[in-house]
């Protein structure tokens, strides 16, 4: 993937992966919560804005009245200084929704993260004096880094844009790897398959509930912060439902629960709407689309990931009995 920008140049192709990349790192965060603990949080969208909001806010700087004659001032600061602000407040924002939405299960649960996007969506539709509302905030600053030799460099290229994207992908690819083979990891699964039980043995359920929410939300946070320097424009829309939706589709199809799911869905479902662009008109697009993910669902119900290592393993099951045979025959 990182030698897409030599092989392929097109800045229009790089500019629809480095898009999908950002949205498959969101998949990949949904997917820790999703896949791996069961709870389908359809307010994921939340987290996303909130980075975008918080890096964006952070590097333009802000003054607002807070009351009692009080102002909060801050300062533009560096880039990176908002992407890691972005991680922490989205971080914070899925503790205390982990804190209170796991007191409930199921239908209430999705309700919960439903309502927290929406009202995070109409106070940044409100208050204007900071997120602007619905003029939105412009003029955002697109990521730069320090290179050894020459100083800030910002990367305002698509190619630099891509391999950026490219190498966040890859760590919070290893993040949640690193976690799903770690014993919370272990506890997560557990709770997926059998809440009770996990319970009886001693499993803290909402305290690793909670882990999972955390760093969930941390890494849709970091998606959210890369894509206001890319696009560098924000506004309330950020928040909408649909966000949540594209992430649910890359994982579900893709594979829930496993770790490359959300990386083939988002690849495909992020290509996807680009490749029917020239192919068909508008209407018949979004047909083609729709019937896609209908098809998949049917008849890949666990996702492409798994279908995929099934028909492997069964290929290998056909090549490793005839050898056998051969042999017991030699015998």
């Known amino acids: 993937m990182a030698s897409v920008p030599f092989l392929f140049p097109d800045p229009y192709l790089l500019a629809v992966l480095t898009s999908a990349g950002i949205f498959i790192i969101g998949a990949i965060s949904l997917n820790l919560l999703l896949g791996y603990t069961g709870q389908l949080s359809l307010g ?5 804005g909130l980075g975008a909001y918080a890096s964006a806010l952070a590097t333009l700087g802000f003054d607002i009245a807070i009351g009692f004659g009080l102002r909060l001032r801050l300062d ?3 880039v990176w200084v908002g992407f890691l602000s972005a991680v922490v407040v989205a971080g914070l924002f899925g503790w205390l929704l982990g804190r209170l939405a796991f007191r409930v299960r ?3 649960f999705v309700i919960i993260t439903i309502c927290f996007a929406q009202v995070l969506r109409m106070v940044s539709l409100n208050w204007v004096e900071l997120t602007q509302g619905p003029m939105a905030l412009t003029g955002i600053p697109p990521f730069a880094l320090w ?3 020459q100083g800030v460099v910002e990367l ?3 190619p630099q844009t891509y391999w950026l994207v490219l190498g966040v992908a890859v760590l919070a690819f290893l993040i949640v790897r690193q976690i799903v083979r770690s014993r919370i990891g272990r506890a997560l699964v557990a709770l997926r398959e059998n809440e009770t039980l996990a319970r009886s043995v001693g499993i803290r359920v909402t305290h690793y509930l909670v882990i999972a929410t955390v760093v969930s939300a941390g890494i849709a946070g970091a998606a959210g912060s890369l894509f206001a320097h890319y696009v560098r424009i924000i506004d309330p829309d950020v928040f909408l439902f649909i966000y949540t939706v594209t992430m649910v589709i890359m994982v579900v199809t893709g594979g829930k629960g496993t770790l490359w799911g959300p990386v083939v869905g988002g690849l495909i479902f992020g290509l996807l709407p680009d490749m029917l662009r020239g192919a068909a008109r508008p209407e018949a697009q979004w047909i083609a689309y729709g019937l896609a993910m209908i098809l998949l669902v049917m008849f890949l119900p666990r996702g492409i990931v798994p279908a ?4 492997l393993a069964g290929r290998r099951a ?6 056998a045979a051969a042999r017991e025959a030699a015998e």
């Open 44 to 48: 994921h969208a939340a987290f996303f």
């Open 76 to 78: 533009p600061q560096p």
């Open 106 to 108: 199921g239908a209430y």
């Open 147 to 149: 290179l050894p030799g």
């Open 156 to 158: 305002t290229s698509k």
């Open 308 to 311: 995929f290592t099934g028909l």
């Open 318 to 323: 056909r090549v490793v009995l005839p050898a």
